[in-house]
């Protein structure tokens, strides 16, 4: 079974940047959408970026659009959250997720049909 394994989360200042990591244990056609969410207290788990692996299309949420560049590293499979201009807002535990294909429109984003989890990483931004 494969196993997703998030790094890189931290604490930092607004206007900040980090990077996140998501190594997968082992590559497979099932796990090709690999996508990053996030959930802060109280609130529900929400899509922040997707990419499908065979294209390399990617997906956004609306607030990370131009902030948040999500990349993919085939031979060590890993795939990254490139996160920048960072708002408190963006505090939150952030999971990476793989499922077999990404979908049309906001489909990447539905937390329903991700069947593999990581156990998340912090992100905390401060104002």
């Known amino acids: 079974q494969v196993q997703l394994v998030e790094s890189g989360g931290g604490s930092v200042q607004a206007g900040g940047s980090l990077r996140l990591s998501c190594a997968a244990s082992?590559?497979?056609?099932?796990?090709?959408?690999m996508g990053w969410f996030r959930q802060a207290p109280g609130k529900e788990r929400e899509g922040v970026a997707a990419i499908y692996l065979p294209s390399g299309r990617t997906y956004y949420g609306d607030s990370e659009k131009g902030r948040f560049t999500i990349s993919q590293d085939n031979a060590k499979n890993t795939v990254y959250l490139q996160m920048n201009n960072l708002r408190p807002e963006d505090t939150a535990m952030y999971y990476c997720?793989?499922?077999?294909?990404?979908?049309?429109?906001?489909?990447?984003?539905?937390?329903?049909?991700?069947?593999?989890w990581g156990r998340g990483t912090q992100v905390t931004v401060s104002s």
């Open positions: 997720a793989a499922k077999g294909f990404c979908g049309d429109g906001y489909q990447w984003s539905n937390t329903r049909y991700y069947s593999t």
């Open positions: 082992q590559r497979t056609s099932s796990r090709d959408c």
